[in-house]
């Protein structure tokens, strides 16, 4: 496969409002980024993925845009972001930004003048229609991705509109091909100003069926068979590349719900046909959920492995894997995969390592580096996600009760990765010098902080930086081909990377238990060498060793 630039990058994610504030007024912002760009640099990322940094009321903090082509006040100027990006290209690193156009807030222009009147040239940019029951039902059953209906009434119009996420984020109509064009003049208007590339936010939804139909009964995200990979879906994004994104040297990575290997090579193959460089699939988190992080099950590490597995060799030689396990809609993952109590730092360590060993472009979600973790709010009052707060109101619908679903979103709420950064051991963590951050900081802060990892070198970061270092400096890591062993385990995971001769042997152990571990047979451990582990003597003899809690090792051969 060809070597795009984008298969060597390794991507930090920014969620700008909790990642730095300069300004005193308690919301993070372009300054703060500025201030950080040398710190990222130093850990080894070389791009950055921007969470939506556009004007947007915020009922789901920036995905609800207002407009697309330009920066919220709340984070600076666009001069100030021309300058953040030639900051950022003159230290090498590549800049791309979140592209929401699944829907609009709606305070967006078009939206407020399509509910003028049905026959406002905008009207067609959203899916209006007329009710049933004489207009006072909804047109279908479908229901929203965030718990509650999927349709909002307008008096005015005496119409309903279509929202598959909340009710201030309106579907656009991408059957309208005036609204393909909207699209293309916002991707041109950034890759012109000289972005790398685009997150695309659930990209794979923008193509509805024709004609709306019923969708299979289901509280949550009802109707999704008809959306979530629609009947035009590969001609429009095929558009947008023929159009727009092959005219610039650029990537594109699709977040994509429900996605399987076998449907991405759809999208993702090398070749011709190729709409999109990569997908964020969901297979991998669900190890301790199913469908959303609310349906909570015990971790079963096998689920997690055969997930990263099937990408892994399914993938091989035809696509290219997105790997992360952190972003701003789960929790944090030490506190769901690994133990955030006992075995935070051994944990955090062996997770970095069970992923960072993958083939594919490396995603790490601010303070994923650092260790943060869950911060577990008691009180429903204390959250600011609007799918916590519906969820909740749908599960006390239903009977649950509240201490039931306050342990539900304690686990689960995306509001776990959305707490400030924490810098240092100071005055709200170094995140603000404001009296109040816009949020609450996890109160682990004096311990868990930028400023003591970064001194400490036996801290997750110190360890996240050696890694990437190791993976920068061996394509092994990258482009090496993949081989899992002893599938069967619930503890270990165990895999193999091979390119060119040189052979990476990874082993992750997902549990604080003592597992003998046996290196299957052609593998020497003693002939190889030693390049990372999360013990400072790790033992080893006749080729077997106990592991200690969480312990993990890479091993290169060749
Ligand atoms: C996925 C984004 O990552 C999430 O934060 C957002 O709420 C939905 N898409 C809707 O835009």
Same mark, same amino acid.
């Given at each position: 496969?060809?070597?795009?630039?984008? %298969? +060597? &990058?390794?991507?930090?994610? !920014? $969620?700008?409002?909790?990642?730095?504030? #300069?300004?005193?007024?308690?919301? =993070?912002?372009?300054?703060?980024?500025?201030?950080?760009?040398?710190?990222? %640099? +130093? &850990?080894?990322?070389?791009? !950055? $993925?921007?969470?939506?940094?556009?004007? #947007?009321?915020?009922?789901?903090? =920036?995905?609800?845009?207002?407009?697309?082509?330009?920066?919220?006040?709340?984070?600076?100027?666009?001069?100030?972001?021309?300058?953040?990006?030639?900051?950022?290209? #003159?230290?090498?690193?590549?800049?791309?930004?979140?592209?929401?156009?699944?829907?609009?807030?709606?305070?967006?222009?078009?939206?407020?003048?399509?509910?003028?009147?049905?026959?406002?040239?905008?009207?067609?940019?959203?899916?209006?229609?007329?009710?049933?029951?004489?207009?006072?039902?909804?047109?279908?059953?479908?229901?929203?991705?965030?718990?509650?209906?999927?349709?909002?009434?307008?008096?005015?119009?005496?119409?309903?509109?279509?929202?598959?996420?909340?009710?201030?984020?309106?579907?656009?109509?991408?059957?309208?091909?005036?609204?393909?064009?909207?699209?293309?003049?916002?991707?041109?208007?950034?890759?012109?100003?000289?972005?790398?590339?685009?997150?695309?936010?659930?990209?794979?939804?923008?193509?509805?069926?024709?004609?709306?139909?019923?969708?299979?009964?289901?509280?949550?995200?009802?109707?999704?068979?008809?959306?979530?990979?629609?009947?035009?879906?590969?001609?429009?994004?095929?558009?947008?590349?023929?159009?727009?994104?092959?005219?610039?040297?650029?990537?594109?990575?699709?977040?994509?719900?429900?996605?399987?290997?076998?449907?991405?090579?759809?999208?993702?193959?090398?070749?011709?046909?190729?709409?999109?460089?990569?997908?964020?699939?969901?297979?991998?988190?669900?190890?301790?959920?199913?469908?959303?992080?609310?349906?909570?099950?015990?971790?079963?590490?096998?689920?997690?492995?055969?997930?990263?597995?099937?990408?892994?060799?399914?993938?091989?030689?035809?696509?290219?894997?997105?790997?992360?396990?952190?972003?701003?809609?789960?929790?944090?993952?030490?506190?769901?995969?690994?133990?955030?109590?006992?075995?935070?730092?051994?944990?955090?360590?062996?997770?970095?390592?069970?992923?960072?060993?993958?083939?594919?472009?490396?995603?790490?979600?601010?303070?994923?580096?650092?260790?943060?973790?869950?911060?577990?709010?008691?009180?429903?009052?204390?959250?600011?996600?609007?799918?916590?707060?519906?969820?909740?109101?749908?599960?006390?619908?239903?009977?649950?009760?509240?201490?039931?679903?306050?342990?539900?979103?304690?686990?689960?709420?995306?509001?776990?990765?959305?707490?400030?950064?924490?810098?240092?051991?100071?005055?709200?963590?170094?995140?603000?010098?404001?009296?109040?951050?816009?949020?609450?900081?996890?109160?682990?802060?004096?311990?868990?902080?930028?400023?003591?990892?970064?001194?400490?070198?036996?801290?997750?970061?110190?360890?996240?930086?050696?890694?990437?270092?190791?993976?920068?400096?061996?394509?092994?890591?990258?482009?090496?081909?993949?081989?899992?062993?002893?599938?069967?385990?619930?503890?270990?995971?165990?895999?193999?990377?091979?390119?060119?001769?040189?052979?990476?042997?990874?082993?992750?152990?997902?549990?604080?238990?003592?597992?003998?571990?046996?290196?299957?047979?052609?593998?020497?451990?003693?002939?190889?060498?030693?390049?990372?582990?999360?013990?400072?003597?790790?033992?080893?003899?006749?080729?077997?060793?106990?592991?200690?809690?969480?312990?993990?090792?890479?091993?290169?051969?060749?």
């Amino acid at each position: 496969m060809p070597n795009a630039f984008y %298969k +060597d &990058l390794i991507v930090y994610q !920014i $969620w700008p409002r909790s990642f730095c504030d #300069s300004n005193g007024d308690g919301i =993070g912002d372009l300054g703060g980024i500025i201030s950080k760009l040398d710190y990222i %640099k +130093d &850990l080894g990322a070389n791009a !950055i $993925w921007f969470s939506p940094l556009y004007p #947007s009321p915020n009922h789901d903090y =920036g995905y609800d845009i207002a407009d697309y082509m330009d920066i919220s006040p709340d984070y600076g100027t666009l001069e100030e972001f021309k300058t953040l990006l030639n900051e950022a290209h #003159s230290r090498g690193m590549k800049i791309i930004m979140d592209l929401v156009i699944n829907h609009t807030s709606n305070e967006h222009k078009w939206f407020l003048e399509s509910k003028k009147s049905k026959d406002n040239p905008y009207h067609d940019y959203y899916f209006w229609r007329d009710g049933k029951k004489g207009g006072k039902k909804p047109p279908n059953n479908w229901k929203s991705t965030f718990a509650g209906p999927g349709w909002s009434y307008d008096e005015n119009l005496n119409q309903w509109y279509l929202h598959l996420f909340a009710d201030e984020q309106p579907d656009l109509n991408m059957d309208n091909p005036k609204v393909r064009e909207e699209v293309k003049k916002i991707m041109r208007f950034w890759l012109d100003m000289g972005v790398d590339g685009f997150r695309e936010d659930v990209i794979t939804f923008i193509s509805k069926k024709e004609g709306l139909p019923n969708g299979f009964p289901i509280p949550v995200a009802c109707g999704i068979e008809h959306y979530k990979k629609g009947p035009h879906l590969h001609e429009y994004l095929m558009e947008f590349k023929n159009d727009v994104l092959s005219q610039y040297d650029c990537f594109t990575v699709g977040e994509a719900p429900m996605m399987t290997p076998k449907l991405a090579l759809e999208f993702i193959s090398e070749g011709k046909n190729q709409t999109l460089d990569m997908m964020f699939h969901f297979q991998h988190m669900q190890a301790d959920c199913m469908i959303t992080d609310f349906i909570q099950r015990p971790f079963k590490l096998k689920k997690y492995k055969s997930a990263m597995s099937s990408w892994q060799t399914e993938l091989y030689g035809k696509g290219w894997n997105a790997l992360y396990l952190e972003n701003h809609d789960h929790p944090r993952i030490i506190s769901r995969y690994g133990n955030d109590e006992k075995y935070r730092v051994e944990s955090g360590k062996m997770l970095a390592v069970s992923y960072l060993c993958l083939g594919g472009t490396p995603f790490i979600y601010q303070g994923q580096e650092i260790g943060m973790t869950s911060i577990k709010l008691p009180e429903i009052e204390m959250y600011e996600d609007v799918s916590t707060k519906n969820v909740y109101k749908m599960a006390r619908s239903f009977g649950l009760s509240h201490e039931r679903v306050m342990s539900l979103a304690k686990r689960a709420s995306r509001d776990n990765a959305r707490t400030p950064v924490q810098w240092d051991d100071g005055k709200n963590a170094g995140f603000t010098s404001a009296e109040k951050p816009w949020f609450h900081i996890n109160p682990n802060y004096e311990q868990v902080n930028v400023a003591n990892d970064r001194e400490n070198p036996d801290s997750i970061w110190s360890f996240y930086k050696k890694l990437i270092s190791l993976r920068k400096a061996n394509p092994v890591f990258t482009y090496g081909n993949y081989k899992e062993y002893m599938k069967d385990s619930d503890d270990l995971y165990v895999y193999e990377r091979c390119l060119d001769g040189k052979k990476l042997f990874v082993i992750c152990s997902f549990t604080e238990k003592q597992v003998i571990f046996e290196a299957p047979e052609g593998i020497e451990l003693n002939s190889g060498e030693l390049l990372i582990s999360n013990y400072k003597y790790p033992a080893l003899s006749n080729n077997r060793f106990k592991t200690k809690p969480y312990e993990a090792r890479v091993y290169l051969f060749g």
